[in-house]
């Protein structure tokens, strides 16, 4: 078995190649502080250490870091994924799945208020996808904070809607 280090790294890959789509680090560390592999300050080095040489891609949005496996962190893991035992894969499954990890291909919807200099509030509302490519980035002015907040809260389920109406009313 490998040292613990090297293990706490293994099982955030395994993570990341199991989930649909991108962990955040709330979510790692859930799964690793609530079943005490190590402590927090250990598992944010892991995570630094896994982007730093390129095995985690880390995309931070709106406050939140974002964590994906990258092609060279999936090669690392088919070496050493027989070094996990076979009760911490299937707690990461079972985890991942409860937490309903498993959603529609890998797209983030983040959406943020803001305040403008003029005192007035602001949205901006994007649909990005797992390469970190932007689909749409979409800023616009709000009557008031409330209506600013529901803007926010309703952009995740509306957005593949509204995008499509755009695409549709811009290209034909």
């Known amino acids: 078995m490998a040292d613990p280090f090297t293990t706490y790294k293994l099982i955030v ?8 789509q991108a962990l955040t680090n709330s979510q790692i560390s859930e799964f690793i502080l609530d079943r005490e592999y ?3 300050f250990q598992l944010q080095k892991v995570l630094s250490e896994l982007t730093e040489t390129e095995l985690l891609h880390k995309r931070t949005i709106t406050n939140s870091s974002y964590y994906e496996l990258t092609e060279e962190g999936r090669k690392t893991l088919s070496y050493f994924e027989k070094d996990i035992s076979q009760d911490i894969k299937n707690e990461v499954k079972e985890y991942l799945e409860s937490r309903g990890c498993k959603v529609q291909e890998r797209i983030l919807t983040p959406a943020d208020y803001y305040t403008t200099p003029q005192g007035g509030y602001a949205v901006r509302c994007q649909i990005i996808e797992k390469d970190s490519s932007t689909i749409m980035d979409l800023s616009m002015a709000a009557p008031n904070k409330e ?11 509306k957005s593949q809607d509204i995008y499509e109406m755009l695409m549709g009313e811009l290209i034909s």
């Not at 209506?147 to 389920?157: F, G, H, K, L, V």
């Open 13 to 20: 890959l395994y993570m990341a190649k199991h989930a649909t």
């Open 147 to 157: 209506a600013a907040q529901e803007i926010c809260r309703s952009w995740a389920a």
């Open 38 to 40: 190590t402590d927090y």
